[in-house]
């Protein structure tokens, strides 16, 4: 079974979003589910879904189509680590908020354990049970709570600040909500989302369409 470092960021992506899809459909009662079915619920071909499955070694695809739970344990084992990840959010505005509360209800091995701010009318809340505490024992808390990831969604003025304190705290993965992109030493796994990029490239092609059909 290869190591998830092995497998290109793309079939990463998307064996997460099939992982997500079967998990519907177990609550769905569906107990099968064809390469060409699950390849039109995500928009690609079925070549494409049975190339990525087959990069994870999974081949077990019957005349009745690929057993959901069966599939879904399958990429599990492939994605998951042996043992829950603990994450920390940084920042706790509306989209901090948000995040924290969306994320810990999806029952995944990644688990949001603290938030943190400035702010202090902030430090000392929690949400969802989430405790949001000062940035200022950013590196103690990390440590004491074993994080081992951030979610970085305080304003973009203060983006750059986070960096030395992810550093020295000895996170292993960040994830980007600002709108700066932000560099990291080599170890550190960095993935920047830009919310205003992606909505802007969305309503290009928009603007494309209309254009067409004029």
Same mark, same amino acid.
């Given at each position: 079974?290869?190591?998830?470092?092995?497998?290109?960021?793309?079939?990463?992506?998307?064996?997460?979003?099939?992982?997500?899809?079967?998990?519907?459909?177990? $609550?769905?009662?569906?107990?099968?589910?064809?390469?060409?079915?699950?390849?039109?619920?995500?928009?690609?071909?079925?070549?494409?879904?049975?190339?990525?499955?087959?990069?994870?070694?999974?081949?077990?695809?019957?005349?009745?189509?690929? =057993?959901?739970?069966?599939?879904?344990?399958?990429?599990? =084992?492939?994605? =998951?680590?042996?043992?829950?990840?603990?994450?920390?959010?940084?920042?706790?505005?509306?989209?901090?908020?948000?995040?924290?509360?969306?994320?810990?209800?999806?029952?995944?091995?990644?688990?949001?354990?603290?938030?943190?701010?400035?702010?202090?009318?902030?430090?000392?809340?929690?949400?969802?049970?989430?405790?949001?505490?000062?940035? =200022?024992?950013?590196?103690?808390?990390?440590?004491?709570?074993?994080?081992?990831?951030?979610?970085?969604?305080?304003?973009?003025?203060?983006?750059?600040?986070?960096?030395?304190?992810?550093?020295?705290?000895?996170?292993?993965?960040?994830?980007?909500?600002?709108? $700066?992109?932000?560099?990291?030493?080599?170890?550190?796994?960095?993935?920047?989302?830009?919310?205003?990029?992606?909505?802007? $490239?969305?309503?290009?092609?928009? $603007?494309?369409?209309?254009?067409?059909?004029?």
């Amino acid at each position: 079974m290869p190591q998830i470092s092995s497998l290109p960021e793309k079939t990463v992506e998307r064996l997460s979003e099939y992982r997500r899809t079967l998990l519907r459909c177990q $609550k769905q009662g569906i107990t099968h589910i064809f390469s060409h079915v699950l390849a039109g619920m995500h928009g690609i071909t079925a070549v494409q879904v049975r190339r990525d499955l087959m990069l994870i070694g999974f081949s077990s695809d019957t005349k009745k189509g690929y =057993d959901v739970k069966v599939l879904a344990d399958f990429i599990s =084992d492939i994605l =998951d680590s042996q043992q829950p990840m603990n994450i920390g959010v940084i920042g706790m505005g509306h989209l901090g908020q948000a995040i924290t509360k969306y994320f810990n209800s999806k029952g995944l091995k990644l688990k949001i354990v603290a938030a943190f701010d400035i702010d202090p009318e902030k430090v000392g809340t929690t949400i969802d049970d989430i405790p949001c505490l000062s940035m =200022d024992d950013f590196e103690a808390s990390v440590a004491e709570l074993d994080i081992n990831i951030v979610i970085i969604s305080c304003p973009t003025s203060k983006a750059e600040q986070t960096v030395v304190p992810i550093v020295n705290a000895g996170i292993k993965g960040v994830l980007n909500f600002t709108s $700066k992109p932000l560099n990291f030493p080599l170890g550190i796994v960095v993935e920047n989302y830009d919310i205003t990029t992606l909505l802007e $490239k969305v309503a290009y092609f928009v $603007k494309e369409q209309e254009n067409s059909d004029i």
